[in-house]
Structure formats: structure tokens, C-alpha cells
């Protein structure tokens, strides 16, 4: 069964090529991550060297959800939460059903005041993550394909 998303806390592309996550809470508690592993295909010259490194499409998808467990010493008897985490891959359909359910927290998304800079441009960032999202939603329709 698949977390049901509350919150978007984070969305991006990373800096090891190209690949896609986005992070958010769940309805019981959980943190999880969606994450699309950039897929690379070496070039190699006439003397078979590599010369560069293409992105040809991304790796099954990944989820990584993280569930609250109680924790209660038998000693002091205090209780503490700890989180427990579990992985898995998906299908390209689950994750973009996932995907379609966070469209909306992902327009509405919101930087928590700690976390904000005044000098930045929200309004840039927020075109930021829909542009990853719509990334994001594209390759899972794709199953995991480039520019199709």
C-alpha cells in the first residue's frame, strides 16, 4: 500500500546527472521519498575511451518511507519515537498515480519560515519545482523514458 501524501516538503533535481526526487509526509506520519535514479550511458571515442556521459532515462523508481515507532525504555519507561524505514521499488504506474495525488501540494507548496530567504525569488522557485514535477510525472508516463 502506498503512503497517502499530506505534504510536499521538497522536490529537485540533483546535481549527479539528472536524477528526480521529491519528499513529503504521509497521512499516518510517515516521511517518504519518490525517487528516480538518473539512467547513464557512457560515449566512447574511436579508441574506445570515454569521452562524456549521457542521460538516457531514469531507473525503476524508489520509495523510501520512514514510519514512527513508539519506543518506550523498560528501565526509565520513557518513551521516545524513533523512525523505522522500509524500501522498495515501484511500478512506473504506482509512481505516477503517487505523483498524479501530489500535483496540488506541490502548487500550494509552501517554504516553512525557518527555512526561507528573503532575498531569494519565490516566485522563481516555485516554477522550479512544477518544472521537476512535471519531470517527475513525464518520465513515469514514459516508464522512466526521455523526451517521448
Known amino acids: 500500500m502506498l503512503p497517502v501524501a499530506t505534504r510536499v516538503t521538497t522536490i529537485d533535481i540533483y546535481r549527479d546527472g539528472g536524477s528526480l526526487g521529491v519528499n513529503f509526509d504521509g497521512a499516518e ?3 517518504c521519498r519518490l525517487f ?4 547513464r550511458q557512457n560515449v566512447l ?4 575511451f570515454i569521452t562524456d556521459t549521457i542521460r538516457i532515462g531514469y ?9 514512527p515507532v513508539n519506543l518506550t525504555s523498560k528501565i526509565i519507561e520513557v518513551t521516545h ?10 511500478s512506473w504506474e504506482e509512481a505516477r498515480n503517487l505523483l498524479e495525488t501530489m500535483k496540488d501540494l506541490v502548487e500550494n507548496f509552501e517554504v516553512e519560515d525557518m527555512w526561507r530567504d528573503e532575498d531569494e525569488d519565490e516566485e522563481r522557485n516555485q516554477e522550479h519545482r512544477m518544472s ?3 519531470q517527475m510525472l513525464d518520465a513515469a508516463k514514459n516508464k522512466g523514458a526521455i523526451g517521448n
Open 45 to 48: 571515442n574511436e579508441k574506445g
Open 59 to 67: 531507473l525503476e523508481p524508489v520509495i523510501t518511507i520512514s514510519a
Open 81 to 90: 519515537t524513533e523512525y523505522e524505514s522500509i524500501e522498495r521499488t515501484l
Open 36 to 39: 528516480f535514479r538518473v539512467k
Open 132 to 134: 521537476y514535477y512535471y
Open 29 to 31: 506520519q510517515e516521511k
